[in-house]
């Protein structure tokens, strides 16, 4: 069985760019959600899909959106890139919105320069 | 504010040394605290951990849970230089997001 996948896995923007960042659920699991993990820090909650609709945003400003579509997938967009935005970027699918575990995709490594 | 706090950030050890990694965390309405191995990208699932006092294992990973007091420890024994990495301890509670903390960067030498 495939795990979660992500693409693409490495991604240089310059700043003010936008980038749009995929993922690919584990088959079965209905929702996915979205983490930035800066170096040295753990990952920071973003946003997470439950069924095509929104059910949890991070602390993160409007340039950050994400959808899901109906067969589970989703794409994670940043607008108007800055500098600070470089991170590895971490997608997790599970089974259900909430209470079991969550299994995390390789990331996308993004850099803005 | 939900907290959760890891130590140490980091340690050295021998192949063959036991360690303990901690985690501690302040949230409200705690629901689960999940363990994860992380090499290089992708977070590794190890543990979910939700009643107290329950110890789960796997080969030479195990972890506990203490709800009173509010943390888990992870125990590696007869570590191996591929137990080398960054490992994660994340709290689900009332929302929908996994707070992590900062990790312990565990670093096993020859």
């Known amino acids: 069985d495939a795990g979660v996948t992500q693409s693409p896995t490495h991604l240089i923007k310059t700043r003010g760019q936008h980038v749009t960042l995929r993922c690919s659920p584990i088959?079965?699991?209905?929702?996915v959600s979205w983490y930035q993990q800066v170096l040295g820090q753990g990952p920071q909650f973003i946003f997470q899909?439950?069924?095509?609709?929104?059910?949890g945003r991070g602390n993160f400003p409007d340039r950050f959106s994400a959808r899901q579509f109906p067969n589970y997938s989703s794409e994670l967009n940043v607008n108007a890139l800055l500098l600070g935005d470089s991170a590895l970027y971490l997608c997790?699918?599970?089974?259900?919105?909430?209470?079991?575990?969550?299994?995390f995709g390789q990331g996308t490594r993004l850099t803005v320069v | 504010e939900d907290k959760v706090v890891q130590s140490p950030l980091s340690l050295v050890v021998h192949e063959g040394d036991t360690v303990t990694l901690n985690c501690s965390y302040e949230v409200t309405n705690f629901r689960s605290l999940l363990w994860y191995k992380q090499e290089k990208k992708a977070p590794t699932f190890l543990f979910m951990l939700?009643?107290?006092?329950i110890e789960k294992k796997s080969g030479r990973l195990s972890s506990i849970l203490d709800k009173k007091e509010l943390f888990s420890i992870l125990n590696i024994t007869a570590t191996q230089t591929g137990d080398s990495a960054v490992y994660l301890c994340?709290?689900?509670?009332?929302?929908?997001?996994?707070?992590f903390g900062k990790g312990t960067s565990l670093l096993v030498t020859p």
């Open positions: 899909y439950y069924e095509k609709e929104e059910r």
């Open positions: 088959s079965g699991h209905k929702s």
């Open positions: 994340a709290v689900l509670s009332s929302g929908y997001a996994l707070n």
């Open positions: 939700t009643s107290s006092g």
């Open positions: 997790a699918s599970s089974l259900q919105v909430r209470g079991t575990e969550a299994f």
